[in-house]
């Protein structure tokens, strides 16, 4: 496929050496990358195991529900700049990075399962005597420190029987998508973290994860700075951050709890607090908990590793309990004021199913914990409506018919006792206290657990309301 220094990809665009990026695993984060790096004119060869997913993409469909993701890699596909295969032989031909985005899961006790994290670095093994360029692996999954060195390293060089560092380079580099925010998050990024096996690694790597115009994170044009480190270095970074931004949901969340207690409203001591600019406003929205595939398995793998290595993880322990009472607290409220024993027979509605807004990822949400309180508290039926209908298929798959699955907000509030909004959709931000009147049962009970409502406005339309991390109730005097 070699012309001139010049290779082709699939027949379409013709493309130079030193631009070809494979991704292995085109799931949420190899596809983002793949998009973001199509952008910025790299060649990206996707590779995945599931050709139904490798159909999906040569044929402009996205097997994930993320906001712009389907128009850039369509673009990206029109210019002749992405395709995918299930072949890393053919895809590695010519590649001067292989970034590895495949899954990493928890096995029953929470610790990491890096069973992909093997099979990819085993494939790339076998793939890299053939690649005929000088190819930058790199693992862009989360790991728990050690894994790159420890575990990708020596599989990459028995099955290829060459030399990390001489014949490829390796290299850890964190990505710090959010989910629903990934393609802005690419290309305006707050940092680069880089950690190389070694320099060569590291200078090979840098051109294609540096967005040189992009500007730093908050788009104001600086530089957007690199921290250039050594692999386990760039492997804790990742779990630090996500276990440092889940810790501090969890503590504003105790202290939505405190403020409930001493008539406080959560919201004005967050906003206070984060005007100290060692605090920052960021996470320190107090709701119902923390979702989502990241935040709660990277804990926990953290936490399961620190007990590996012989430290009690007190800290990361008490994150991860504080978020468990969390996702219940929105039952705790309605059962706080409708009483013991009320939910029984009733019909409760659930506005929201995705961990958050813009996403139809269901993993770990709210939602789940609360249907299950719910259905255990034997309601008479739970309607349930979210603006994602891959969100409402993941939540079907697991719940079937033992809930009433709603196709508008009007439907899933028809005829309600009470409504838990769970996911601050900007399609729930805007219902005022009427979409509540008019179709509940009098008088409507409601839960906002993401703090979105007016709580005076809705008392005042005669809505019985809880808003998580307020009360007026000032009954507490210290003894
Ligand atoms: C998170 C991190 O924010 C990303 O930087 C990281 O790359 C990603 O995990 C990952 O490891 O791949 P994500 O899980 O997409 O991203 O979602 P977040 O926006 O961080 O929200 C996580 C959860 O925290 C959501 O359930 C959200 O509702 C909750 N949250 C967030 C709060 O309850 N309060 C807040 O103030 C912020």
Redesign the pocket.
């Known amino acids: 496929m070699e012309k001139d220094g010049a290779l082709e990809l699939g027949g379409k665009g013709v493309v130079h050496e030193g631009r070809v990026v494979v991704v292995v695993g085109a799931g949420y984060v190899g596809l983002t990358y793949a998009a973001g790096l199509a952008a910025r004119g790299f060649s990206v060869r996707c590779v995945d195991v599931n050709p139904d997913v490798v159909e999906a993409v040569n044929s402009g469909r996205t097997p994930i529900d993320e906001p712009g993701l389907g128009d850039a890699l369509e673009r990206a596909r029109a210019a002749g700049l992405l395709e995918a295969t299930t072949d890393l032989g053919r895809a590695l031909r010519g590649a001067s990075v292989a970034m590895v985005c495949v899954g990493t899961y928890c096995d029953d006790e929470g610790r990491i399962d890096l069973s992909h994290v093997r099979e990819a670095s085993r494939a790339l093994g076998r793939a890299l005597p053939g690649a005929g360029s000088h190819v930058v692996v790199t693992v862009k999954s989360?790991v728990i420190p050690g894994t790159t060195d420890g575990v990708v390293k020596p599989i990459l060089e028995e099955v290829s029987g060459m030399l990390c560092g001489r014949d490829f380079g390796l290299c850890m580099s964190p990505?710090?998508?959010?989910?629903?925010n990934a393609l802005h998050d690419i290309t305006h990024p707050d940092k680069v973290v880089i950690g190389g096996y070694d320099r060569a690694s590291i200078e090979g790597l840098r051109p294609f994860l540096v967005p040189e115009d992009a500007g730093g994170g908050s788009g104001g044009g600086a530089p957007v700075p690199v921290v250039e480190t050594d692999l386990r270095t760039a492997e804790l970074i990742k779990y630090a951050?996500?276990a440092f931004?889940a810790t501090k949901?969890s503590f504003i969340n105790e202290l939505a709890l405190l403020a409930e207690k001493f008539g406080v409203n959560v919201g004005d001591v967050a906003r206070a607090m984060g005007l100290d600019h060692r605090i920052s406003p960021a996470?320190?929205?107090a709701?119902a908990?923390?979702?989502?595939?990241?935040?709660p398995k990277?804990v926990l793998a953290l936490a399961k590793a620190a007990e590996q290595v012989g430290v009690e993880p007190v800290m990361l322990g008490a994150t991860l309990r504080a978020n468990d009472r969390q996702k219940l607290h929105p039952v705790c409220l309605l059962e706080e004021m409708t009483g013991d024993g009320w939910i029984r027979g009733r019909r409760v509605a659930v506005l929201g199913l995705a961990?958050?807004p813009n996403t139809g990822d269901t993993r770990q949400a709210v939602s789940r914990s609360v249907l299950d309180a719910l259905l255990g508290a034997s309601a008479g039926s739970v309607v349930v409506h979210d603006p994602s209908e891959m969100a409402v298929e993941e939540v079907r798959e697991t719940y079937g018919g033992r809930l009433v699955y709603a196709s508008s907000v009007e439907e899933c509030l028809r005829g309600a006792d009470a409504a838990l909004l769970l996911t601050e959709w900007e399609e729930y931000r805007g219902l005022g206290p009427e979409a509540f009147t008019s179709n509940m049962n009098r008088p409507p009970v409601v839960v906002d657990a993401r703090r979105v409502y007016d709580r005076g406005t809705f008392e005042r339309a005669g809505v019985k309301i809880r808003v998580i991390g307020e009360s007026d109730d000032r009954s507490f005097v210290p003894p």
């Not at 990505?175 to 629903?180: C, D, V």
């Not at 908990?289 to 935040?295: K, V």
């Open positions: 989360t990505e710090f998508l959010r989910e629903g951050q996500n931004l949901i996470f320190l929205n709701g908990g923390f979702g989502g595939s990241c935040f990277d961990f958050k």
